[in-house]
């Protein structure tokens, strides 16, 4: 039986190994990690409501579900629809079928002896926190947040292998989508376009709405889809991403219509140069706000810091914007088995934008990049009439 890492030193096993028909693995460890974040805030219980929060820890993919881990057991409370997928997807954790979920999940802390009861208060709507306490008022309710997403932040191998087959298909889809990028054709149609692609390669859905612009449009950084017709010498930024397995990815490339003015090169140019820079500083022992530096910096001296208003990348996983942040403000350490964006940009109001982003892998020795599409300025439809 596997020991909980936080009693190794006592030589005493984690409660949670003790509690009979649980499994061992990557589920254990994960419960056994939070069992020590729990103790840190003082805790012996935690209500996991946020859909993938519910879904790291436990396995299950349904939309309606509450998870109560205490220190000797771990259920998952759902109704009627999904008690039969619940069984087959989190065989750790006990299945509890409910009509009401307030009354299960006051039962499931009662039964437990539950005193001090934590709910993700950046999740869980003060509506429904009222409902809790009114109807639970034997426990002391304590807001926590980020205690799950804590443990996110380091992928395991089976989740890096998702994220790298998000990516995969993603690559594959634009390098498809490219001969379509002809003067004429529609921001809308184009988009489209590329879901089709990535859901034909195997996607199961879109990381996020697909980001698609065209000229003026492309200095908007969250821009969506119009009418617009691409016509020549339109920068066109697309940033996208397809989901696997419930993983994200997430990449961005910019191309132009027809041939690249001396602006066009000369903003791609500073781009790409800040984004292999940062890329280049991504490894373990660095904080994001170092690595934000690196591309902001080449930015700022090339005159357009007041343009790259935004934070040079995030953690992507099974949301597709988690921790941790590379920004000024990002102050996490970055440890092997983190998977990041980076993807500086600039925006010229009138003119238009480029944003180049990859992801990336943090290695034991620096980093792995998990995008592979060229980083080329390329010059679409430039021969076409
Ligand atoms: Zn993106
Ligand atoms: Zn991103």
Sequence with gaps: MRSCNRKKGKGVNCPYSMVVGWGEGWIMDKLCRLHRKMEAKAIDALIVTGSENRRYLSGFTGSAGTLVITETAASLLTDFRYVEQAALEAPDFEIKRYDEPVAAIREALLENKCRRVGFEGDLVTYEQYAKWQKAIEQVEWVAVSGLVEELRMIK???????????????????????????????????????????????????AFDIILAAGPNAALPHAKPGDRLLSRGDLVVMDFGARQGGYCSDMTRTVVIGKACQQTRNLYDIVLKAQLAALDAVAPGKTGQEVDAVARQIITEAGYGEQFGHGLGHGVGLAVHEEPRLSPKGDKVLQPGMVVTVEPGIYVPGFGGVRIEDLVLVTEDGHRVLTHSSKELLELGADQV
């Design 156 to 206: 395991e191998p089976e989740e890096i292998a998702e994220i790298e087959k998000a990516a995969a298909i993603a690559d594959a889809a634009w390098s498809e989508l490219l001969p379509k990028m002809v003067p004429g054709a529609s921001e809308r149609e184009l988009a489209l376009e590329l879901e089709f692609l990535m859901r034909r390669k195997g996607a199961n859905g879109l």
